[in-house]
């Protein structure tokens, strides 16, 4: 039994990390530049929706709870 976990082990430092790319993952026959099937432009209009949608909800959340107070 331990000859097959040294064997085991041995094997796993030998061999070789293998690191894929985003590539991989992408729709065959899309530009690189284009991940989740947005460019550079959506992805940033995405993520300042999500952020004002958070910020807003979590004043407001604060607000209804009674954790400040609007002058």
């Known amino acids: 039994m331990s000859d ?3 064997e ?3 094997r796993a430092l030998e061999e ?3 690191v ?3 590539e991989v993952y ?3 026959g ?3 530049e284009r991940i989740f099937g947005m460019t550079a432009a959506e992805r940033m209009f995405v993520s300042i929706g ?3 949608v958070v910020s807003l909800s979590g004043f407001l959340l604060l ?3 009674d954790k400040i107070a609007l002058p």
């Open 4 to 6: 097959n976990l040294d």
């Open 8 to 10: 085991l082990r041995r």
């Open 16 to 18: 070789e990390e293998v």
């Open 20 to 22: 894929e790319s985003y």
């Open 26 to 28: 992408a729709a065959p």
């Open 30 to 32: 899309q530009a690189p």
């Open 50 to 52: 999500c952020f004002l």
């Open 63 to 65: 607000l209804i709870l």
